[in-house]
């Protein structure tokens, strides 16, 4: 008995959303795959760079916001440097989260997004990380993954060669810190 192929619908305006949030073009990609050669996080991706730029192309928006790969780009910019016409793949894998988390997708990598908040959120509270309460927070966050005490033998390590502090230092302009986030929460530039 034959297997029935599922029907994919592409919507034709996601590049166009994505083109708008990024702030250029990504049509003028012409799938070199310079950017997959060069990427150094391939190995893990369910989909490779270029092919995410196709992808997104060809409205395929469904099946690149449930991909691993936009969460498990690592934003190191390898791909943008190396691209013949300047297309800012990892600007495009940004925008991806940013659109997945909106529309209300799980995330194929859950721990990711929580690990992405619980930074944020230690650099928005004190100016600088606290690796210690971050990581507890991450911890908190992601307790329905499992693994709470999975890294703890690392941890210890960390904390015996004083690389984990207890107490959070201090920093100056937390307050020019919390401005950038106040702004950046609002939308405005200025």
Request: a positive charge; aromatic letters at 6%.
């Given at each position: 008995?034959?297997?029935?192929?599922?029907?994919?619908?592409?919507?034709?305006?996601?590049?166009?959303?994505?083109?708008?949030?990024?702030?250029?073009?990504?049509?003028?990609?012409?799938h070199c795959t310079k950017?997959?050669?060069?990427?150094?996080?391939?190995?893990?991706?369910?989909?490779?760079?270029?092919?995410?730029?196709?992808?997104?192309?060809?409205?395929?928006?469904?099946?690149?916001?449930?991909?691993?790969?936009?969460?498990?780009?690592?934003?190191?910019?390898?791909?943008?440097?190396?691209?013949?016409?300047?297309?800012?793949?990892?600007?495009?894998?940004?925008?991806?989260?940013?659109?997945?988390?909106?529309?209300?997708?799980?995330?194929?990598?859950?721990?990711?997004?929580?690990?992405?908040?619980?930074?944020?959120?230690?650099?928005k509270k004190r100016g600088?990380?606290?690796?210690?309460?971050?990581?507890?927070?991450?911890?908190?966050?992601?307790?329905?993954?499992?693994?709470?005490?999975?890294?703890?033998?690392?941890?210890?390590?960390?904390?015996?060669?004083?690389?984990?502090?207890?107490?959070?230092?201090?920093?100056?302009?937390?307050?020019?810190?919390?401005?950038?986030?106040?702004?950046?929460?609002?939308?405005?530039?200025?």
């Amino acid at each position: 008995m034959a297997a029935t192929a599922e029907v994919v619908q592409p919507d034709p305006s996601f590049r166009h959303q994505v083109e708008g949030l990024l702030g250029e073009q990504i049509a003028s990609c012409f799938h070199c795959t310079k950017c997959s050669s060069g990427c150094p996080v391939t190995f893990a991706m369910d989909v490779l760079p270029n092919r995410a730029v196709r992808m997104v192309q060809m409205g395929l928006k469904d099946q690149i916001l449930e991909s691993s790969t936009i969460w498990l780009c690592a934003s190191c910019e390898t791909c943008t440097t190396r691209c013949p016409n300047e297309v800012d793949i990892a600007g495009m894998m940004d925008v991806l989260r940013q659109m997945a988390l909106r529309e209300g997708v799980t995330p194929a990598e859950g721990a990711v997004p929580a690990f992405h908040q619980a930074f944020l959120a230690a650099v928005k509270k004190r100016g600088r990380v606290h690796e210690l309460g971050m990581l507890a927070s991450f911890k908190l966050k992601t307790l329905k993954l499992g693994g709470l005490f999975k890294d703890s033998g690392l941890g210890w390590e960390m904390f015996k060669r004083g690389k984990l502090k207890i107490l959070p230092s201090g920093i100056r302009g937390k307050k020019q810190v919390k401005a950038i986030f106040k702004r950046s929460e609002s939308g405005s530039e200025s």
